[in-house]
């Protein structure tokens, strides 16, 4: 098969982990007879260098003609970068936010998984961690109280501030259908959180889950109230696979789940649209304190790779490829700096690239 890939490498770590998901993928191609097309975005403080904008026409017409975009991450140091003296308009992180609203990404994914070989790094006790998790956050992305209509008035000398939770049913049906799809792809259990004993919202988001999930009688549906979806994340991170929410109750949850995984470096995510086009990137940032010394870990990118696979090209063999050879990786004692711990081996960005592309 044939994909085209926008590759946006970005800023500080970005185009070094960029490097290793594209070895990674190119062994995919290899070993499966594929062919990826890479074109490459600037995007962030590197397109600011070069246009004086964070992201240009073309980058989005680039974006909008490929199958899906993988992308490093953007930013710098703001206290140093150049870049945070422009207009905020004009910073690197306008160019991310436009570049998702250009392409009308609504659905945010984000796994929290814990390796077995990573255990020491949750922050939880291990009666509570059990045998692991493995849980997907489906958030809506583009709705609810971040985009609602808000203001601050004055009145008789008291000050108040509105914001407005809104969602219509359409935006509720899209994004419980990409959580039920991806439900399939799993272990066909979704919990629908909300807040209904409250919130009007909530009360039409679970009317519609339920008439989604009617469309998906394979997959079993659970309604959970966000205030105890909250708790149970950290009593018993198990019971979940995946978790469909609306963009403020997804933007806690999913932090307090990636919490639990003890390591940033380790994260992937996904934003995507209707169609199967989506964004790929890491959950982190662009570590500016590390860049261009060979310490970044590699894996969170790469695992976003192996998503790109399973959401946008439908390679699920491929990506469970990738996957165990990250598993088996670790389980042979591999470490970047940010998850070493004692009697295992140290390496770099590039070595742990390579150690996994050659485990495929
Ligand atoms: P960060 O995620 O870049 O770094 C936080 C800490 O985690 C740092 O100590 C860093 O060294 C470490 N870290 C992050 N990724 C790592 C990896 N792959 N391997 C090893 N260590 C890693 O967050 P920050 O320092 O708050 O932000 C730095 C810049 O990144 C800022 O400009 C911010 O706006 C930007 N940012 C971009 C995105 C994105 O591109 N989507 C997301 C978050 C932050």
Not at 169 to 192: H, L, P, Q
Request: hydrophobic fraction near 40%; proline fraction near 4%.
């Amino acid at each position: 098969m044939e994909h085209k890939i926008a590759v946006i490498p970005g800023d500080g770590i970005g185009p070094e982990i960029i490097r290793e998901a594209r070895k990674v993928l190119d062994k995919i191609c290899k070993k499966y007879n594929h062919t990826f097309i890479y074109e490459e975005i600037l995007l962030g403080g590197a397109s600011i260098d070069v246009y004086g904008v964070p992201l240009t026409e073309e980058a989005i017409k680039k974006a909008k003609s490929a199958n899906a975009v993988l992308m490093g991450s953007i930013g710098g140091d703001a206290s140093v970068s150049p870049w945070y003296k422009l207009e905020p308009s004009k910073r690197p992180e306008a160019g991310l936010l436009g570049i998702r609203k250009e392409l009308n990404l609504f659905a945010n994914l984000r796994p929290a998984y814990l390796y077995q070989e990573l255990k020491e790094s949750c922050p939880l006790r291990d009666e509570v961690i059990g045998e692991g998790f493995d849980m997907i956050i489906v958030r809506e992305l583009t709705g609810g109280l971040y985009f609602g209509k808000r203001e601050t008035l004055e009145e008789n000398g008291i000050k108040t501030a509105i914001d407005t939770l809104s969602y219509n049913d359409k935006e509720i049906r899209r994004i419980a259908v990409k959580a039920f799809e991806i439900a399939r792809k799993r272990k066909k259990n979704v919990i629908s959180v909300d807040k209904a004993n409250v919130l009007d919202s909530s009360r039409l988001w679970r009317s519609v889950v339920d008439e989604v999930a009617g469309e998906y009688p394979d997959v079993t549906l659970t309604h959970m109230l966000v205030d105890n979806c909250a708790m149970q994340l950290v009593r018993d991170p198990g019971q979940f696979d995946v978790i469909l929410t609306e963009n403020m109750f997804g933007d806690i949850l999913s932090d307090e789940a990636s919490m639990i995984t003890g390591s940033i470096g380790m994260l992937p995510s996904a934003s995507l649209n209707e169609t199967k086009f989506g964004l790929y990137e890491p959950s982190h940032g662009s570590a500016p304190n590390i860049a261009g010394q060979n310490k970044a870990n590699p894996i969170a990118t790469i695992l976003s790779a192996a998503m790109m696979l399973r959401y946008s090209f439908d390679m699920d063999e491929e990506a469970e490829d990738v996957e165990r050879a990250i598993q088996k990786i670790l389980a042979d004692g591999y470490r970047t700096e940010d998850i070493m711990s004692e009697g295992c081996v140290p390496v770099g960005t590039e070595e742990m690239g390579n150690l996994i592309a050659q485990e495929i």
